[in-house]
């Protein structure tokens, strides 16, 4: 609110000679509980003008939802002796765990390849750090691999049609979440691209979190292990017995 | 209707996993086998990550087989002492287990071993199960009386050190015996999320002699414990069990194997025992499809 704000005053007060974009999401905080299938994430907001003029072409927007970034390893299969195994891997230091982006264009007619690097706009110009040592067609090869792999389960999104603007002035996209998408602290980033540059950006930032009963066991596994799995072996001794029981007596 | 399996970190259809359940349930209550051996396997499947189905699965075992347990106590079919012994070398099994298992995950070889373990051990199974049964079932179409083979255990068994009395079990032999065994069927329920009754039951008839009223007690006795034992040391290594898919499937088995124990009073064991030689085979021939077809997908990830 602060920075929206702040935002019209600058506007209203300094008359700027840049755009301002004004972004929002319809939800801050996504809750994982037990009936958790996915959801639909919202991204909206207003572009302003400088003393309100639209330009004459009109401006494009791409709006970006990035998950923490992990170092992982990726694998891949070669066929050895008759068997598909894991044979050769990669390293990236910061692969996003997740990274939906929505444009109201095709990216390539928004921007150049350089431009999209810096902003790490598309699935193709991801920054994920490898680990140095291999080479650059290797590189190529596994982040193709991880790209593919992520975007055939929902988790790397490129939707080239999915912001909507109107009259100029407001733009709205959906961002659909996955049922099996990581937790932590996700960025949605806004830029409004105007020939081939970015002349206004704008962060907000969402929570993915276990909520309720899945929160609880999640922290309990994971900080009194022993315990959890004292109750696990309980629990199924006690359902095992029970049903016994029951039909035993029927 | 769908749940979200919080350790899985995923969402399932939880009819499906109540039904998978049931199924294997009903095989087991009609074959005597704990069906962990169908259940890891359908649940990697359907898109459990392997560490979580295994994990999950050994939770799941455990309730199963202990119903079974206190009626093979109350019609006296547990030697104890027997149990005991092979208790205290699955423990120490699923211990050197998960070791194992993890420096595998670590090579990233661990799902190639878990799928080529299960294509040679229930291949071999299933196929001397298959050619027993139906060698008996012409045998009796032919009118003749089967063969009762000689009890008596492997020679191997007997060139082990120190003889205790096992009573129950009628046996006269080195401890050291069951207890490998138990090794052998923890390590193999810690990295495969299976009992280990389909290669207990025989190992304890055919290489140590056991008497045969006590097998199947004693096997569900050993297997009650470890499973438990296992189930912990996940929980406290992989921190891969999830009790949700646990309990779901448990909730399926417990209602299938009552119904199945029922059906199978039904049906003629030779039979039984050929139509399980046919279901173990059809898992190892799928997992060796997977073994040696192109994957749908060359690549995976993992933290690190």
């Known amino acids: 609110m602060r920075q929206r704000l702040a935002a019209l005053a600058a506007l209203l007060c300094l008359g700027a000679a840049k755009p301002v974009l004004v972004p929002d999401v319809s939800d801050s905080q996504v809750q994982i509980v037990y009936s958790f299938t996915g959801a639909e994430l919202l991204l909206f907001g207003a572009i302003l003008y400088p003393h309100g003029r639209q330009p004459d072409h009109p401006a494009d927007v791409a709006v970006v939802l990035k998950g923490p970034t992990q170092s992982i390893l990726v694998r891949e299969k070669q066929k050895v002796a008759g068997m598909w195994l894991n044979a050769d891997s990669a390293r990236f230091r910061s692969a996003p765990t997740f990274y939906a982006i929505a444009s109201s264009r095709p990216l390539s007619q928004l921007v150049d390849q350089r431009t999209a690097a810096i902003y790490e706009l598309g699935l193709d110009s991801l920054q994920m750090s490898p680990a140095s040592g291999a080479e650059p067609a290797e590189q190529a090869r596994f982040e193709n691999g991880l790209v593919d792999l992520k975007r055939r389960s929902g988790l790397y999104v490129e939707d080239s049609h999915g912001v909507a603007i109107r009259e100029g002035a407001l733009y709205r996209a959906q961002i659909a979440i996955p049922a099996r998408v990581p937790v932590g602290r996700y960025v949605a980033e806004t830029f409004l691209i105007q020939d081939g540059k970015v002349v206004a950006g704008a962060v907000r930032e969402v929570d993915i979190g276990k909520e309720g009963f899945e929160r609880f066991v999640t922290l309990a596994a994971h900080h009194w292990p022993f315990t959890y799995g004292l109750v696990a072996v309980a629990l199924s001794l006690a359902i095992g017995w029970g049903a016994g029981a029951l039909f035993r007596r029927n | ?304």
């Open chain 2, 1 to 304: 209707m769908h749940i979200y399996l919080p350790i899985a970190g995923l969402s399932v259809n939880m009819l499906v996993i109540v039904l998978l359940g049931g199924g294997v349930g009903l095989l087991s209550g009609m074959f005597g086998v704990g069906g962990g051996f169908l259940t890891t396997p359908l649940l990697i499947f359907y898109g459990i990550p392997p560490t979580v189905a295994v994990a999950s699965s050994a939770t799941q075992i455990t309730g199963a087989s202990v119903s079974g347990v206190l009626a093979q106590m109350r019609r006296n079919g547990v030697d104890f002492q027997m149990g005991g012994v092979m208790v205290a070398g699955g423990i120490l099994g699923s211990g050197l287990g998960v070791l194992l298992f993890r420096l595998l995950e670590r090579l990233g070889q661990i799902d190639t071993v878990i799928s080529l373990t299960y294509v040679l051990m229930l291949g071999s199974i299933g196929g001397l199960m298959a050619r027993e049964s139906i060698a008996t079932i012409l045998a009796q179409r032919r009118g003749e009386k089967p063969r009762r083979m000689a009890r008596r255990h492997n020679p191997l068994i007997a060139m082990l050190p120190g003889r205790y009395r096992f009573y129950r079990s009628g046996l006269y032999i080195s401890p050291l015996a069951p207890f490998l065994l138990g090794v052998l069927t923890g390590v193999l329920t810690v990295s495969l999320g299976v009992g280990g009754g389909f290669v207990m039951v025989p190992a304890m008839i055919y290489l140590l002699g056991m008497a045969a009223q006590v097998v199947v007690g004693t096997s569900l006795f050993q297997i009650l414990f470890v499973t438990a034992a296992t189930t912990l040391i996940h929980a406290v290594t992989t921190e891969a069990v999830d009790i949700v898919l646990a309990l779901l499937l448990l909730v399926g088995s417990a209602t299938g194997a009552q119904i199945g124990s029922r059906f199978a009073m039904t049906m003629k064991p030779e039979y039984l025992r050929l139509m399980l030689a046919l279901i173990v085979l059809a898992v190892a021939v799928r997992m060796a499809i997977g073994l040696t077809w192109r994957p749908g997908e060359l690549y995976s990830v993992e933290l690190g």
